[in-house]
């Protein structure tokens, strides 16, 4: 296969982390023969200092005409702790995913068995825990209408969703619940809210197109329950946009290792694949960056082109990484390997099974 | 002190277990020299039987005229699985709400040192945990103006709040975070949101008039993430209403021990206190309900009324009750102790300490 991909290192330990999923993606284009393509542009704090500007037209540019966006990360103090400045890092990734037109963040939720003793649940909890959670990303009460009377005394936001926007992610969800284990979870408040309920409507009537998948429904606040409860119940999990960053955050924290999660944030035309991890200045240029959840990116966007051998290629030479201990010090403080040193040995393990 | 107490039973174990509670009032009017008055009426699925108003005038009026009200519990299967049923029990509690105006609701967590074990979280993570929830409780988007378009397509809710919604709730946090740790941490999203926006800036101000309280401000995202990673950081914690149910009910389930949490909701009239677990129609009239959520319900009665030494005579009888092992079978299955036994135990263990 031929791809385009944009990388967009961005700030901080962006451009280090960003550098071991390349070399991942080299060796799945020579293990696998496939030829991709990579175009790097600069995005966040890096591309105010070039053009005054965090998304620059360029970089916009390049991100549209490629089939896929490698992202680092986004942000730095210079600019996030300035309360006078005009532009912000962050205002570059926001824009870009409108401009694309990402309306679906996907967020995986695994725990990896070496690392189960991290998470702050006890492991008969959390262990097996393997989940996806599909965020609407371009609508409700973010997006929606915001006042403030006059007197500054009345303010409201309006959480507002059209059949349409819901019915474009349900498809996503139920298709990746398709290739998982059969079960999509809406997580809603269809009790309470009228745009639950629109929610409950256009999903249910969609789920009838995919019979073989399970569809059940619990409320936001049970939802937060059950994600520390009994996480293992959940396969993939709909749900719109607040709903969604809420539960995504708590769930991201379960497996107790934060640097090891990667995302996709898919549109139409387009999608942009990123740790979840931010841009962490204080690590910049000292090669103790954990690089996992960049390169698990890397896989992400292979499995969003049905490139799923390739994916698993990666996913194997990481949990191998895992296990022999070749982690960065934020997994295990007595070990010495950088990030370059990790980046190579995932890299190297990548394998054709076939 | 004085007080008249309405006492409304409800359904399911609602009746058993406020008896418990209301033992322990009567060994602390014993103790303490106090008098409260007692009267009682029906609420919920007994209601709806008795009257088909799930919320009858006279319960109301004499929840009006009391100083505070005990609840039990509500809801009937004979009702809930009912799609055709036109009045559901769980009405009655929310126009009980909503006549007495009970805008703020108060969720204690805390976790028991002996039932420690019963958390999902690990040991070292939740001990000590010790705060308390105050979720506004009659605004926001739960309570805001609904929309749908007369295709069906598009739906939408409004989340508003007004400055003097937010200051009420805001001053009782403050006065409770003053007789606490000195700590409140207001969740919002103020980063998108105008109503949060507003809350930051109202809370903000009135926290000039409590010098001595520490005030500090989490993204509702970062708050699911932090009941979970460190829930020793919080005292008190002040938030809207959906982002209160969501997060008052992840921690409903830190502390292992759901039948142990008791709650109040409070307006400037009325006040009313009701234990935050079902009303289990399984287990009604077996004498196997634990009775100890509600009979801490009735301390908080207590310290609503300022009368914190009774209050803290219920808690310790409680803790020794937990320590010597006098718990109903949901805390230990080896237990044969019933609900009335261990209500008896707590009661008679009430004793003035000074
Ligand atoms: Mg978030
Ligand atoms: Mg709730």
Request: charge should be negative; include cysteine.
């Amino acid at each position: 296969m031929n791809l385009n991909i944009a990388l967009l290192p961005g700030d901080g330990i962006g451009p280090e982390v960003l550098n071991q999923a390349v070399k991942c993606l080299q060796a799945v284009e020579e293990t696998f023969n496939h030829t991709f393509v990579y175009k790097e542009a600069p995005v966040g704090a890096i591309a105010i200092d070039k053009t005054g500007n965090p998304l620059p037209d360029k970089t916009l540019q390049l991100c549209k005409d490629a089939d896929a966006v490698l992202f680092g990360s986004i942000g730095d103090p210079k600019y996030d702790n300035d309360p006078k400045a005009k532009v912000r890092p962050e205002q570059g990734l926001l824009k870009l995913r409108k401009e694309l037109g990402l309306y679906t963040n996907v967020r995986p939720v695994k725990v990896f068995p070496t690392l189960i003793g991290k998470s702050p649940l006890k492991e008969e909890i959390i262990s097996g825990t393997d989940f996806t959670i599909y965020r609407e990303l371009t609508g409700g009460i973010y997006f929606g209408e915001k006042k403030l009377n006059e007197e500054g005394t009345i303010a409201s936001d309006l959480c507002e969703y059209s059949e349409k926007e819901i019915s474009r992610i349900a498809h996503l969800a139920f298709k990746a619940a398709k290739n998982r284990r059969n079960k999509l979870t809406l997580v809603d408040k269809a009790n309470v809210l009228e745009s639950s309920r629109l929610w409950r409507k256009v999903v249910t009537k969609i789920g009838e197109s995919y019979p073989e998948v399970e569809l059940d429904f619990l409320f936001v606040d049970n939802a937060a329950m059950q994600v520390i409860l009994n996480p293992n119940q959940f396969d993939v999990v709909l749900t719109e946009n607040l709903f969604g960053d809420i539960i995504s955050d708590e769930a991201s924290v379960i497996g107790g290792s934060i640097g090891l999660l990667a995302s996709a944030s898919i549109g139409d035309e387009n999608a942009l694949f990123e740790p979840i991890h931010g841009s962490y200045p204080q690590a910049k240029g000292k090669d103790i960056a954990n690089p996992v959840a960049s390169i698990l990116s890397a896989a992400m966007l292979l499995e969003h082109f049905q490139l799923f051998e390739e994916a698993m290629a990666i996913r194997e030479a990481v949990d191998k990484a895992l296990q022999k201990g070749i982690v960065t010090p934020d997994l295990d403080e007595k070990s010495n390997f950088g990030t370059n040193h990790v980046g190579d040995f995932i890299a190297d393990n990548i394998v054709d099974n076939d």
